[in-house]
């Protein structure tokens, strides 16, 4: 029974008898037959008809059977074609000499039936599974430019959002593979508005893609919390945050944050799983190591984040520096770690400061071996240096603060016909965000600044009785008759007055806001409206909270809050 | 060792069908001038040609199930191989005579 399928075998031999012979019984197989009487024939009757099997005649005139066989198998290519010879040699050198040819096979004379057809099926399970290899190995090859060029355009997108930042200052050196962020490294830096320098060192699991994509939401977040004044702490948990939601469990951040303040030459630092960044005091030549003493990003909720600091108090050219572990993990031919003790022999052995950061890179390269590849090192050095020859933002800053005490007053008045169509908030807080350490505070100021425009439009101009909205039902016909009179309202104002002075550590907003209403009798409210979780009086408990004091004036149509706060640095 | 191996013939007998005729025509044919050509080169000084008509006929007279035939050429191949040129033509000759009978007898046969 032959179990087949129809194939297509090339029978090459200039004897006619036995040609004729091999022609009948593929045939009786249920092949069908191509034949061809010498070498020159065999070629060409291949190229014409691309058998699937070929059975050759080893000695032939014109091209003998080894030279038809290689060139029988230059024409196939990638494709695998058994070739078959036939031959009554029998001596080993001639055997050999059609393997060597690119014979698969032999068939001896006389032919046997039963051995063609074996080796028939054979040959084709070869042939098939072959065929199979080749085209997953094509699959293979387009899944692998697919992928190579996801990452180019991942790649370009990377650089747009994890860009480097003020990391061209001129105390700033690093070095980072073009590549790095697909071994999961990523490094950004940034100017706060008080002049200091923010930045971050991170190093993701795993390798490729998955590695590269967490440094997407950090980049963005770091690039947009900073430049709003906001502290360290408040980025790490904003990160930390962000990536625990949106990594999968078992892909974290390892990551070195650092804030520089130049003016006051302060470093506070947090590490969280990178190796020990070294702290370099220039005059006693000596390294201080930070520690890792956290979970790296993106491993515990907010709650249970960690995010307290280290500080140091530098001088002029002491020197900070920071690594993934790419430098650690770098391994020489024998399979042999650099470690700590070499890093630690770069440090100590150093004849020239501003030379370490060289040194360190051609420790490495000359361990590793010149050929390897270097796309894991990542370093980075920040000097301690002057504001002013740090880059121009950190000396604007600095002049800036050189006047320790800042102060303006504002004074805004909403008239009626303004209270239906304006809403002076917005603007308001615009005008606070211009202050660069007020930034941090948006949402606090805001809730203040609301609740007391609220609070005087409401109850003072428009005489609503907060009463009502102790209830639910009163709830909503106090925002009917809000509605109401809003619209009929002719007379009355809302003035905001907000007085700002900074000092050595902070500053402290005062804001006042009046209303041309009757007042209430502010005398005798109790301190303790903490306690009221009624429909109203919410909201002045929130400010109390918020500003520490609520004091009421005149007939209790004004009220004044101040605000303080104390400068990150 | 038979002149022809009737086990051999009956396979092809079956294998070619109606074809068989035209297979005996064929070895016939083949046969004739495979031994013209030996008439020619034995005597000249190629041996590679002579070993490869012998070579050929050896095969051929093999698959149409003539071992005695086939034996003979064989033992030409091999002798020329080993450079040895004596008594050729006698060689050649049973190879003719015993090529007589084969012939005989497949026509008998089909």
């Not at chain 1, 197989?29 to 014409?48: F, I, P, R, T």
């Not at chain 1, 979780?533 to 209790?556: D, H, M, N, P, Q």
């Not at chain 2, 009737?6 to 074809?19: A, G, H, I, S, W």
Request: hydrophobic share 40%.
């Amino acid at each position: 029974m032959n179990d087949v399928r129809r194939l297509k075998i090339l029978v090459a031999d200039d004897t006619d008898t036995d040609r004729l012979i091999l022609e009948s019984i593929v045939r009786k197989e249920g092949h069908n037959v191509v034949s061809a009487c010498n070498g020159l024939e065999a070629v060409q009757v291949y190229s014409a008809e691309k058998p699937d099997i070929v059975l050759l005649d080893a000695l032939m005139p014109e091209l003998d059977g080894f030279g038809a066989a290689r060139k029988i198998k230059e024409l196939a290519g990638d494709e695998l074609v058994p070739i078959i010879f036939l031959t009554s040699l029998s001596d080993t050198e001639s055997l050999v000499q059609c393997l060597d040819a690119g014979g698969d096979d032999f068939l001896s004379k006389p032919y046997n039936r039963i051995i063609l057809q074996a080796k028939i099926k054979s040959f084709n399970r070869m042939r098939e599974m072959h065929s199979t290899m080749l085209a997953q190995r094509n699959q293979i090859v387009q899944y692998n430019n697919r992928l190579l060029q996801e990452q180019m355009v991942a790649k370009h997108v990377f650089d747009n959002v994890a860009h480097s930042g003020c990391l061209n200052a001129s105390n700033v050196r690093y070095y980072l593979s073009s590549l790095a962020v697909f071994n999961g490294d990523v490094l950004v830096a940034a100017m706060r508005p008080n002049g200091s320098m923010m930045v971050l060192l991170g190093d993701f699991t795993g390798h490729g893609l998955p590695a590269a994509i967490g440094a997407m939401p950090l980049a963005s977040t770091f690039y947009g919390m900073v430049p709003k004044g906001f502290s360290m702490t408040d980025i790490l948990r904003e990160i930390n945050g962000k990536l625990k939601n949106i990594l999968p469990v078992g892909i974290f951040c390892c990551a070195t944050m650092m804030d520089i303040n130049f003016r006051k030459k302060r470093l506070k630092i947090w590490n969280g799983g990178l190796p020990d960044c070294f702290v370099y005091h220039h005059k006693e030549t000596r390294v201080t190591p930070v520690k890792s003493t956290h979970l790296p990003l993106g491993v515990l909720s907010n709650r249970a984040f960690k995010d307290n600091c280290e500080y140091f108090e530098l001088e002029q050219q002491d020197r900070i520096f920071v690594w993934s572990d790419g430098i650690h993990e770098a391994r020489n031919a024998q399979g042999e770690m650099f470690g700590e003790e070499r890093l630690k022999g770069v440090f100590s052995r150093s004849q020239n400061p501003d030379l370490l950061f060289d040194d360190i890179i051609e420790g490495v390269q000359q361990f590793v071996g010149s050929r390897e590849k270097d796309d894991d090192l990542s370093l980075l050095e920040i000097r301690m240096d002057e504001p002013a020859r740090v880059n121009s933002f950190a000396k604007e800053a600095s002049d800036r603060f050189g006047n320790s005490e800042i102060e303006w007053t504002m004074v805004f008045e909403v008239k009626p016909t303004s209270f239906k169509v304006f809403d002076p908030l917005p603007m308001l807080l615009n005008v606070l965000m211009e202050v660069p350490s007020l930034r941090a505070f948006s949402s606090t100021l805001y809730t203040i600044l609301a609740e007391l425009y609220t609070n005087a439009l409401e109850h003072g101009v428009l005489k609503l009785d907060s009463e009502l909205k102790k209830t639910a039902e009163g709830f909503s016909d106090y925002y009917e008759l809000r509605e109401q009179r809003i619209n009929q309202v002719t007379e009355g104002f809302v003035r905001i007055n907000i007085a700002h002075k900074t000092n050595e550590n902070g500053g402290l907003l005062k804001v006042r806001i009046e209303d041309s209403g009757e007042g209430f009798d502010h005398q005798s409210r109790t301190t303790d409206n903490l306690s009221s979780f009624g429909y109203s009086g919410r909201g002045i408990a929130l400010v109390e909270k918020l500003c520490g004091t609520v004091t009421y004036l005149g007939c209790g149509n004004i009220v004044e809050v101040a605000f303080s706060w104390v400068n990150d640095d | 060792m038979e002149h022809l191996d009737y086990d051999t013939l009956n396979t092809l007998k079956q294998v070619m069908e109606d074809d068989f005729a035209l297979l005996i025509d064929t070895f016939v044919q083949d046969s004739s001038d495979r031994i013209q050509t030996l008439r020619k080169v034995i005597t000249g000084t190629e041996a590679d040609l002579i070993r490869r008509a012998a070579h050929s006929f050896k095969g051929s007279s093999s698959n149409i199930g003539a071992p005695q035939l086939s034996s003979l050429c064989s033992a030409l191949e091999k002798k020329v191989l080993a450079n040895n040129f004596n008594g050729l033509a006698d060689d050649l000759h049973a190879i003719e005579h015993e090529f007589a009978q084969v012939e005989i007898l497949l026509r008998a046969y089909s």
